[in-house]
């Protein structure tokens, strides 16, 4: 027999690593042998859907309920954005200056990976209330597109701006003397510095907008892909910028070291790279209608 589907809550445009299936599903066990009633009453149901009595004594139907989330007030959004901020600028910009003072021991391939890690594991923890933002290019991208509600992103960002601050004058306080303090500054021209910027924060705004706003993408993976894709942007213009893609990973150390050398160039690059990377994604993924865009897979 055919079975019912029941469409899965869609994950929330804009919030990377938010799962989109339902909240909680189980069997539902009959105990009267009577059909037509229960199965009309409970079909009848707008929150369940029931599998068709099998004709195999023993087997027993499914029931399940899709129930959308509570909402999350503003304030939690931009208290749990303010700390996955703190928490990802500290672990990237320590990282530098570790290196820094241990003449290169962590290289660039464990910079990379730090703050690839702390970016995957802040989206898993705070992107299901927040977003997982974590950078104003990201919500400002968000914004544009309509994925984000403009009235929301100065708070945001300021808590965004905040939290670089605050991460980057605990690092000073820890490890003093903090040198250079973990700024991102050019080693080259600032055309080629530019230009990196712009093409690695385009980069990871395409996948952004991919596991974020498309329902065909993975969007449980979207934690990895994330963490991922700023892992090897790090590999490929760390050297020449220090792969910020984040106008707040490069605000804060400045401030607190009082460099604030090219700082044009990690205000601008990132913000339009961002916008270029998620209107391209726009721009090339298929229409919502085509195909079978909102199945999902059954699960097992």
């Known amino acids: 027999m055919e079975t ?17 299936a339902p909240l909680f599903g189980g069997r539902y066990k009959p105990e009267a042998r009577g059909t037509n009633g229960a199965g009309s009453l409970l079909n009848s149901c707008k929150c369940f859907s029931i599998e068709p009595w099998a004709l195999e004594e023993g087997t027993l139907p499914t029931a399940t309920c899709s129930i959308p989330p509570p909402p999350v007030s503003l304030a939690r959004k931009v208290g749990a954005e303010f700390i996955g901020t703190l928490i990802l600028i500290f672990a990237g910009t320590a990282t530098a200056i570790v290196n820094q003072k241990t003449q290169g021991a962590e290289t660039l391939l464990g910079c990379a990976a730090s703050t690839g ?5 802040v989206i898993l923890a705070t992107g299901h209330i927040s977003g997982g933002h974590l950078n104003p290019s990201i919500t400002i991208a968000f914004a544009s597109l309509k994925h984000f509600p ?29 040198m250079s303090g973990g700024v991102t500054v050019p080693s080259g021209g600032y055309g080629q510095a530019f230009a990196l910027e712009f093409i690695i924060s385009f980069n990871l705004m395409f996948v952004v907008t991919a596991v974020a706003t498309d329902t065909r993408a993975v969007g449980e993976l979207a934690a990895i892909a994330v963490g991922a894709t ?57 229409p919502e209608g085509d195909g079978h865009a909102h199945e999902k897979p059954p699960i097992t």
């Open 150 to 178: 403009w009235k929301h992103v100065p708070m945001y960002v300021s808590a965004q701006v905040m939290a670089s601050v605050c991460a980057a004058f605990a690092l000073k306080g820890v490890f003093h003397p903090m």
């Open 230 to 286: 700023v892992m090897l942007n790090i590999l490929i213009a760390g050297e020449t910028t220090g792969g910020s893609m984040n106008p707040v990973r490069t605000l804060g150390p400045a401030i607190a070291a009082n460099n604030f050398r090219a700082i044009w160039v990690y205000l601008t690059a990132p913000i339009l790279g961002a916008l270029f990377g998620a209107g391209v994604y726009s721009a090339v993924k298929l």
């Open 117 to 121: 890690l702390a970016v995957m594991v």
């Open 4 to 20: 019912e589907d029941v469409a899965s809550v869609p994950s929330a445009p804009a919030t990377p690593g938010t799962p989109g």
